[in-house]
């Protein structure tokens, strides 16, 4: 027969067993990915001769630094679609504190280049290209790209993430 003690102490170190694996179970948390990229619009319509800015922002959500980063834009399948659409990318520029400053290039690939040096934690760079609709374009479309991107960080990790679609810009007839 068990003293009274024994069942005591037993009751007790199951409980501790219990409470240690449920306190030691890692809490649910949403992280938010290390690297995130957004996009946005100055204008959610255009028309035959129009612009329209598309900014790409890339945030450093970890606690190290983005040394480099690789991001393609490609047109959705139903842009490409459309062969009376007629649109080209004609400006680019990096936001930075002092102001804004030409990218280098402002071709559909490798616009990783144009985000500037080194991204600190916690700190973002804003890429805007200047779409251009052809004055003789074709109307009644949306214009809608996608985006691939690859960032590496300081601590040796890296993170990809694609497809990330831009919100889509209806082409208006005037």
């Known amino acids: 027969m068990r003293s009274p003690l024994t069942r005591r102490l037993g009751l007790t170190a199951v409980l501790t067993a219990v409470l240690a694996v449920f306190g030691l179970a890692p809490a649910a948390s949403a992280d938010p990915a290390p690297a995130a990229l957004t996009f946005a619009t100055d204008s959610a319509t255009t028309t035959p001769g129009g612009t329209v800015n598309l900014s790409m922002t890339i945030t450093n959500n970890k606690t190290y630094d983005i040394w480099f980063v690789y991001q393609t834009i490609d047109p959705t399948w139903l842009t490409t679609q459309r062969p009376d659409l ?5 400006g680019c520029s990096l936001a930075t504190a002092t102001g ?7 071709g ?7 985000y500037g040096s080194t991204i600190p934690p916690g700190q973002s760079r804003t890429v805007t290209l200047t779409l251009q609709v052809a ?4 109307c009644n479309g ?3 790209f996608y985006s691939y991107f690859y960032a590496e960080f300081s601590d040796s990790g890296n993170t990809s993430g694609g497809p990330v679609y831009t919100p889509e810009t209806r082409v208006l007839c005037a």
Request: net charge negative; with cysteine.
């Open 108 to 114: 559909p690939s490798n616009l990783g280049a144009d």
């Open 86 to 90: 007629k649109y080209g990318f004609t």
């Open 142 to 144: 949306n214009i809608g």
């Open 135 to 138: 004055a003789d374009s074709g």
């Open 100 to 106: 804004s400053t030409p990218c280098s290039g402002t």
